[in-house]
């Protein structure tokens, strides 16, 4: 993303076309301006779905007496600090919070948003990428800077479950069964996700979280299938705890009774 066309709507509430980051003024100037504090979904993975546009909220310092015409935002990006991809559809970043007027301090927050249906946006996508600040002043002048903050974006994934038979004799076996599924995003649809280790996990009926009974690896279409004894009535479910571009999820419960 960042190679087309994109809106980004600034403090103020004024919107601007940008062309990713490759939209470069005449007179560029960096320095002048410093970031700090920063956070990008309060530290956690980026994960998106097929469908639906996804919101991350994001927060930082700028430090400047220099005067802006447009900005500050913050957003992922992947080679060439200016020039490179960038990984936004639209940023709205709010007015300047005053921390210290006499020293051009102010603290912003900001969403960024994530279309996945967008032609630009694909599986090559997830991943490790950086994050930029960049600021544009008057005259046309500009700064971007790489703030050193690794963010990863992950597909999404889906788990389901099915515990049978239900209920059951106290001590007989059951069978659990489900499927784990990953975000396509050059298909935008969820594709069984193959030779995944998988928790089947147990909550007995009164407790308050579960527990890893056992594990299993997912098959050809994501199927997971595993048995096990049926002691006291309680909830099952599956969790697969992701990878570096796939997005960690646990299945709904599923509530075993004994008779």
């Not at 700028?62 to 991809?85: A, H, I, Q």
């Not at 990863?152 to 076996?173: F, L, W």
């Not at 796939?246 to 709904?252: L, Q, T």
């Amino acid at each position: 993303m960042g190679k087309a066309m994109w809106t980004a709507a600034l403090a103020g509430g004024a919107a601007v076309a940008l062309t990713g980051v490759a939209a470069v003024p005449a007179g560029a100037v960096e320095g002048g301006v410093s970031f700090s504090r920063v956070t990008v979904n309060g530290g956690k993975p980026i994960v998106v779905g097929v469908k639906d546009e996804i919101e991350v909220p994001a927060s930082f310092r700028m430090t400047t007496k220099l005067k802006s015409r447009y900005g500050p935002m913050l957003y992922p990006y992947r080679g060439k600090l200016v020039g490179g991809d960038a990984l936004y559809s639209v940023i709205i970043t709010s007015d300047c919070i005053v921390v210290d007027k006499a020293k051009g301090i102010c603290d912003f927050k900001e969403s960024l948003s994530i279309d996945p249906t967008h032609i630009d946006f694909g599986n090559e996508d997830a991943g490790t990428w950086r994050t930029a600040a960049q600021i544009f002043f008057d005259g046309g002048a500009y700064d971007t800077d790489d703030l050193n903050l690794p963010v990863q974006v992950k597909r999404a994934t889906r788990v389901t479950v099915d515990a049978s038979p239900e209920p059951v004799a106290a001590g007989k076996t059951i069978t659990v069964t489900g499927r784990v599924t990953r975000a396509n995003w050059d298909t935008h649809t969820y594709q069984g996700y193959a030779n995944r280790t998988v928790s089947l996990q147990f909550k007995a009926a009164g407790a308050s979280s579960y527990k890893t009974v056992k594990k299993a690896t997912s098959g050809k279409t994501g199927g997971l299938r595993a048995t096990v004894k049926a002691t006291v009535p309680g909830t099952w479910r599956w969790t697969y705890y992701g990878n570096s571009t796939a997005g960690a999820k646990s299945s709904s419960g599923d509530y075993v009774a004994l008779r």
